[in-house]
C-alpha cells in the first residue's frame, strides 16, 4: 500500500456538487480495484455543518530487530471555533463524524542507509485506525482528539516469494518512510430538541484473512425524544489489525514462512454501514438500525493470518424537518499497472489493454484515481 484515498468531499456551494474521491498504490506491484463507499445526503436549513479536514506529516523509522516494525502513533486535535458554525454551545448538540481519509506514502533515497535503498513508496500494514476519540465544548472551540495508529512490518516471505531454488523473491522493508496523510470530517450542529448524535458500542470482526465474505452485524440504538422520528449514521473511527494465525497453513510451513513479521499485502477491506430506522410499536419511539459489513481479505497467496476489523458509528436522531436519503453507494474504478522494479514473472500490465471485455474489467486505461460525483437531491 503507497496511497489510499476513500472520502468525500463536500460542495464548496449550493451549485457545485458534492464528490467521492478513490484512489490507491499498490508499491512496484500492478492491478485493479473496484473501490466503493457508501453515503446518505441529510438535507435541512435548520442544520449547522462545516467540512474540512487536518493534514499530519511524518517520518517514521523501524526498529533495528529480527522482526523489524515502526509504530506510528499520532495525536492530534480537531479543533473547530464556534463561531465558524454559528453554534449556542450552551443550547445545541455538536458532533463531529468522519468523511474519510486520504493518505499519501513516499520513500525518500537520502533517508535510507547506503545497504538499504527504497523499495517502492508502499508498506506493508499491520495495524490501521483512524478514530475521533474524547470531544470537549470550551467557551470558543469544540475539540476533539483525533488518533492515528499505522504499524508497518516486513511480510513473512520477506516481502516476496521463495521456494529455492527456483524462486528467491526479497522485497526489502523501507527502512524510513515519509507519511502525508489528510483527515476529512464534518462537524454538525442543531438545537437539541431538533438533533441528538448517540455514540454505538464498537462493532469488531475477527476471523482467517482468506475469508473474503463480509461479516454482517446488525446495530440498534433508540432516539431518546419522540419528536426525533428520523435517523442515519456516520463514522466515528474505523481500522483493522492482523495476528498471528491459529495454525499455519501446512505449505507455509515447508517453505519455512516466518510468522513473527506481520505485515501482509492486502486485497480488500470492507467497512459499509447500510443504515435505516423504524418504529418501535410498544414504545412509538424511532429505532436507529444499521448492517454493518466488515471484511480483511488477501488471497491465498498470502501467508494466511487472523485478521480483525472494527468500526465505531454515531447515530444520528432528526426531526422531521429534516430530510434523510437511504443508504446510497458511491462507485470508482482503478487500475494501475506494475512498475519495472516489479519481478519479471509477477509483472502487470493489463489497464491499457482495448478489447471490449478488458475494458470492462480493467477500464481502458491506467487510473490510480477516481472522481464520482453525487446527487445532491433527496431520493425517495
Known amino acids: 500500500m503507497s496511497k489510499l484515498h476513500n472520502y ?28 466503493k463507499g457508501n453515503y446518505s445526503v441529510i438535507e435541512s436549513e435548520s442544520i449547522n455543518s462545516l467540512s474540512g479536514d487536518i493534514l499530519l506529516q511524518w517520518t517514521d523509522e523501524i526498529t533495528d530487530s529480527s522482526s523489524p516494525v515502526a509504530n506510528n502513533k499520532i495525536r492530534d486535535v480537531i479543533s473547530i471555533p464556534l463561531d ?26 537520502t533517508l535510507q ?64 518512510l515519509d507519511y502525508t496523510l489528510r483527515v476529512h470530517f ?25 475469508q473474503r465474505r463480509n461479516q454482517d452485524t446488525t446495530l440498534e440504538s433508540h432516539s431518546p425524544q419522540e419528536n426525533l422520528n428520523q435517523s442515519t449514521h456516520a463514522i466515528k473511527s474505523f481500522g483493522f489489525g492482523l495476528s498471528a494465525p491459529e495454525l499455519l497453513e501446512q505449505h507455509w510451513q515447508v517453505l519455512g514462512s516466518d510468522i513473527s513479521q506481520q505485515g501482509r499485502y492486502i486485497g480488500k477491506l470492507s467497512n459499509l454501514i447500510n443504515s435505516h430506522s423504524e418504529i418501535d410499536q410498544r414504545s412509538q419511539s424511532t429505532i436507529s438500525q444499521a448492517t454493518i459489513s466488515q471484511s480483511l481479505w488477501a488471497p491465498i497467496t498470502v501467508v494466511n493470518a487472523t485478521s480483525h476489523v ?7 436522531f432528526f426531526t422531521n424537518k429534516v430530510t434523510i436519503s437511504g443508504t446510497q453507494t458511491a462507485k470508482g474504478k482503478l487500475c494501475i499497472n506494475s512498475t519495472d522494479q516489479a519481478p519479471a514473472f509477477s509483472r502487470w500490465s493489463m489497464c491499457n489493454y482495448k478489447g471490449w471485455l478488458a475494458r ?19 431520493k425517495n
Not at 455538536?94 to 474519510?100: A, F, K, S
Not at 523499495?119 to 506493508?124: D, E
Not at 472494527?310 to 444520528?316: D, F, K, N
Open 113 to 176: 542507509p547506503e545497504s538499504n535503498p527504497c523499495n517502492s513508496n508502499g508498506m506493508w500494514p499491520n495495524i490501521f485506525n483512524i478514530a475521533v476519540n474524547q470531544c470537549e465544548t470550551t467557551e470558543d472551540h469544540y475539540n476533539c482528539d483525533l488518533d492515528i495508529d499505522i504499524y508497518r512490518a516486513w511480510t513473512p516471505n520477506k516481502g516476496g516469494f521463495q521456494l529455492p531454488p527456483l524462486f528467491e523473491e526479497v522485497k526489502p522493508l523501507n527502512h524510513r
Open 360 to 378: 470492462i474489467i480493467y477500464g481502458g486505461k491506467q487510473q490510480l484515481s477516481h472522481v464520482t460525483t453525487l446527487p445532491l437531491q433527496h
Open 84 to 109: 465558524v458554525i454559528h453554534t449556542d454551545a450552551n443550547n445545541n448538540a455538536l458532533t463531529v463524524i468522519l468523511q474519510g481519509i486520504q493518505l499519501d506514502l513516499s520513500c525518500d533515497d
Open 8 to 35: 468525500i468531499q463536500q460542495p464548496e456551494d449550493a451549485s457545485s456538487p458534492a464528490t467521492f474521491h478513490f484512489a490507491q498504490g499498490t508499491g512496484v506491484d500492478g492491478n485493479y480495484m473496484n473501490p
Open 186 to 210: 464534518s462537524v454538525i450542529s442543531a438545537p437539541e430538541n431538533e438533533f441528538s448524535p448517540q455514540t454505538n458500542d464498537p462493532v469488531f470482526t475477527s476471523t482467517d484473512i482468506h
Open 310 to 316: 472494527s468500526i465505531e458509528t454515531r447515530s444520528l
